[in-house]
C-alpha cells in the first residue's frame, strides 16, 4: 500500500479506465459477528472480483451493512478473515484499509464547502494545497459539479451532496469503493439519474465496488453480479439475469423479482410435477420430499397466462395497472393467491370475480417444497 | 435559527408583540430603574459620577481580573471534561447517556450553600489528617488567595449542568458517528477526525458552553464569600455597604460587559472559518 506515492506521482491518465489489471480482488472469508444475542454475520464467504460491482442485496438485518463496514474497517468480524489483493487486511485500521465510502445519510462535513469536502482527504495525507485543489475540482467535474465548488453541504440538495460524498470517497484513489445504500435518501427521480452515473463512473474507473441495497431493482440494474443475504448468510451469488431466471433458493426466488406459489404434485422420479392440470419437467434438483409429495412450484407472473373461462378454477380478486402490463390477483380453487401480469393493450383483460384459467409455458418450472 | 425567526403569520403577529412586551417590561424596568440610581443625584441632577469612580476603587480591577482568570481556567477545565466525554458517549456507549446526564444535572439540586459547606469541611479535615504527606502542600496551594484552584474546581461542577446542556444540544444537530467514519475513510485517524471534522462543527455549541460558564463565573457570590475568596462578585457586594450608588452602577456596568461578551461570542459563532483550501491562492 502505498497511498501517497500514487498520490504525488504525476497521474496524467488518472481517470482513463485503467483496466480490471490494476483493480483489487476482495475477500471476506468465514466472517462472523454477534451483537449480544443477534448474529449479524454468520459465516460469510464472498470473492469480488478485480473492477467489478458487486450489490449486498437482502432484506434488512441481514448483515449485509454489517459486512461492508467490517470491509470499511469500522466493525471487526468475531472471526474469519478480509483480504484485498490476497493480503490480509483484518487488522488494519479504518484510516489505512484505502477503501473510499459514500453513507447513507448525508455524511458530507458541515462547516466545509464543497471543494474542501472533496480535498479532505487529500488534506489528512498532507498533499500540497494547489495540488490537492486541482485535484478536488477535477473530481467535482467528473462527478458534474465543477461550479459548486463553494458551496457548502446545507446549499446543496440531497443528489448533489451525494455526488460530492462520492467524489470525497474517490478522491484517494481508493483501491475499493463501498457504497452504503446512498440512494435511498433520495428522492425517485434522482435516485435513477445518480444509479446510472455511479455505474457509468465506477466502469470508467474500473474500481472494484460494493454496494449495499434493499431494493431489488436497483441491484439488478447497477450490478455486475449480485450476492444475496440472508441471516448472515450468502444465499446466493450470480449475474443478474442468472439470479432473476436460476435463482438457488426459495428464499432468492421469492426475494428478487416477484414469485407466485402455485401448488403441485411431484411425480415419481422426481424429475416431473404436476402443476395446473399438465406436466412439466423440474428445473434443477427438486427438494428430496420423495414421491408424488406436495410441492409449490415457483412462477414468475409474466410466465403464467391468464384466460377468461367459465370452467376455470381461479378467481380474479383484483387488477392493478403498471403501466406495460396489468397484474392480476387470482385465488385458486384452494384459495392460494397467485399473480400473473398481462399486456394492458389485451382486449381479453379479466374483470374482477371473473373465473379465469391460468396457463404456464412449456419450459422447466423451479420447485420449492410446499410452504406450511 | 433562522427558522425560528421565521415571519409571523399576520394571525400571530399581535400576540408575538405583546408577548415581547411583557418581558422587555419584566427586564427592562428594573434595569431602567437601577440606572437611573445610579446617575441621578438629588438636588444635582444627572451625574455620571458613580460610573467614573469605579476604576479609582480599591479592589476594583484585581477582583475583576481574578474573576476572568477564574472563568477561563473553569471553561478550559469544564470544555476538557465535557467533550471527550460527550462525544466518547455518542460514539461509543449511547446506553450511558442518561447516567451522564443525570450526574451532570445533580449540581443543580445540591444547593450551592451545601456544596460549599461541604468543600469548606474537606479544606479544614485535610490538613489536619494529612499535615505529615506532601498533600498537605496540594491544599496549601489549592487555597492560593492570588489564584484559588479549589474555586475552579467548585465552579467546574457547578457549571457542568448549563455546559452539558449546551453540548448536548449541539451534539444532537450533527451525526457524529456519521462523520467520524467519514473522515476515517478519508484517511484521518481518530484524534484527527474528531480534530477536523467533529470540534469544527461543534463551535455553537462550544461557545454557547463557553459562555454560560463564564456568566455564572462572572456572577458567582456564595461559594468564593464563604470560602473567604474575593473575586467580583464578592467585591460588588462588599462596597455595597458603603458605596451604594457606585455598586449598583457596577453591577449595571459587569450587566453591560456581559451582554457585550455574548454578542462578540455570538458574532464570532455564526462567521465562517476561511476554508483551508479554496482561500489560500
Redesign the interface.
Known amino acids: 500500500m502505498t ?1 501517497l506515492m500514487s498520490l504525488t506521482a504525476p497521474a496524467p491518465d488518472a481517470n482513463a479506465a485503467p483496466g480490471p489489471a490494476d483493480a483489487a480482488t476482495v475477500e471476506l472469508r468465514g466472517l462472523r459477528r454477534a451483537f449480544g444475542t443477534t448474529t449479524a454475520l454468520d459465516g460469510l464467504d464472498l470473492t469480488v472480483r478485480p473492477g467489478e460491482l458487486l450489490a449486498l442485496l437482502g432484506p434488512s438485518g441481514c448483515g449485509k451493512t454489517t459486512a461492508l463496514r467490517m470491509l ?3 466493525e471487526h468480524p468475531d472471526s474469519g478473515e478480509i483480504l484485498v489483493d490476497g493480503k490480509d487486511v483484518t487488522t488494519v ?5 484505502d ?3 459514500v ?1 447513507q ?1 448525508y ?7 464543497a ?2 469536502n472533496v ?3 487529500l ?3 498532507r498533499v500540497r ?1 494547489a495540488e ?2 486541482a485535484r ?1 475540482a477535477e473530481l467535482l467535474e467528473l462527478v458534474g459539479l465543477a461550479d459548486k ?2 458551496r ?1 453541504p446545507h446549499q446543496l440538495s440531497g443528489g448533489q451532496q451525494q455526488r460530492i ?1 462520492l467524489a ?2 474517490l ?2 484513489r481508493p483501491r475499493v469503493l ?1 457504497l452504503d445504500e446512498p440512494l435511498s435518501a433520495l428522492d425517485a427521480k434522482v435516485r435513477l439519474t445518480l444509479r446510472e452515473e455511479i455505474r457509468r463512473l465506477q466502469q470508467e474507473l474500473g474500481i472494484t465496488t460494493l454496494f449495499v441495497t434493499h431494493d431489488q431493482e436497483e441491484a439488478l440494474s447497477m450490478a455486475d453480479r449480485v450476492a444475496v443475504m440472508r441471516a448472515g448468510r450468502l444465499e446466493q451469488c450470480a449475474a443478474p439475469a442468472e439470479l432473476y431466471a436460476r435463482p438457488a433458493t426459495a428464499f432468492v426466488a421469492e426475494f428478487v423479482g416477484t414469485m407466485s406459489r402455485v401448488p403441485g404434485r411431484l411425480l415419481a422420479s422426481g424429475a416431473t410435477v404436476e402443476v395446473l392440470g399438465r406436466r412439466l419437467p423440474v428445473d434443477g434438483t427438486p427438494p428430496s420430499t420423495g414421491d408424488g409429495a406436495d410441492v409449490d412450484v415457483l412462477v414468475r407472473p409474466e410466465s403464467l397466462g391468464v384466460t377468461v373461462d367459465r370452467a376455470g378454477e381461479g378467481r380474479v380478486l383484483g387488477t392493478s395497472f403498471l403501466g406495460a402490463t396489468v397484474r392480476v390477483s387470482v385465488a385458486l380453487a384452494d384459495g392460494t393467491l397467485v399473480k400473473a401480469d398481462v399486456p394492458a393493450h389485451d382486449a381479453g383483460r379479466p374483470a374482477v370475480g371473473e373465473p379465469v384459467r391460468l396457463t404456464l409455458p412449456d419450459r422447466p418450472v423451479l420447485v420449492a417444497p410446499r410452504a406450511t | 435559527m433562522a427558522r425560528l425567526t421565521a415571519r409571523p403569520t399576520p394571525a400571530t403577529a399581535p400576540w408575538r408583540a405583546l408577548v415581547l412586551a411583557a418581558a422587555a417590561l419584566y427586564f427592562l424596568v428594573p434595569l431602567a430603574a437601577s440606572v437611573v440610581f445610579t446617575v441621578d443625584v438629588p438636588g444635582r441632577g444627572v451625574d455620571l459620577g458613580a460610573y467614573t469612580r469605579i476604576l479609582d476603587t480599591e479592589g476594583f480591577l484585581p477582583s475583576l481580573l481574578l474573576s476572568l482568570e477564574l472563568a477561563a481556567a473553569t471553561i478550559a477545565v469544564v470544555l476538557l471534561l465535557l467533550v471527550p466525554a460527550a462525544v466518547a458517549l455518542r460514539l461509543t456507549a449511547p446506553k450511558l447517556r442518561p447516567v451522564v446526564e443525570v450526574v451532570c444535572a445533580a449540581p443543580l439540586v445540591v444547593p450551592p450553600i451545601a456544596f460549599v459547606a461541604g468543600i469548606g469541611t474537606v479544606l479544614k479535615w485535610g490538613p489536619e489528617h494529612l499535615s505529615r504527606t506532601p498533600l498537605f502542600q496540594t491544599f496549601v496551594a489549592v487555597q492560593n488567595p492570588d489564584f484559588p484552584v479549589v474555586l475552579v474546581l467548585a465552579y467546574a461542577v457547578m457549571a457542568l449542568p448549563f455546559a452539558y446542556r449546551a453540548l448536548d444540544a449541539g451534539l444532537r444537530a ?2 457524529v458517528r ?2 467520524v ?10 484524534p ?2 474528531l480534530l ?2 467533529v470540534l ?2 461543534l ?1 455553537g455549541a462550544l461557545l454557547s458552553a463557553s459562555f454560560l460558564t463564564l456568566a455564572l463565573v462572572l456572577g458567582e457570590f456564595t461559594t468564593a464569600q464563604l470560602l473567604g475568596f474575593r473575586p467580583f462578585a464578592v467585591w460588588i457586594v462588599n462596597i455595597s455597604g458603603s458605596q451604594a450608588q457606585m455598586s449598583v452602577a457596577v453591577s449595571v456596568m459587569s450587566l453591560l460587559v456581559t451582554w457585550l461578551l455574548l454578542l462578540v461570542l455570538a458574532g464570532f459563532g455564526s462567521r ?2 476561511p ?4 482561500d ?1 491562492k
Open positions: 497511498p470499511a474497517g469500522f485500521p479504518a484510516h489505512r484499509r477503501a473510499g465510502m453513507f445519510s455524511s458530507l462535513f458541515p462547516h466545509l464547502n471543494l474542501d480535498a479532505f482527504g488534506r489528512m495525507r494545497t490537492r485543489r478536488a465548488g463553494d457548502f460524498a470525497r470517497a478522491a484517494l463501498l | 450533527i451525526d456519521t462523520l467514519e467519514a473522515a476515517r475513510s478519508c484517511g484521518a485517524s481518530l484527527q477526525a477536523r471534522a469544527p462543527n463551535r465562517r472559518t476554508s483551508s483550501t479554496s489560500r
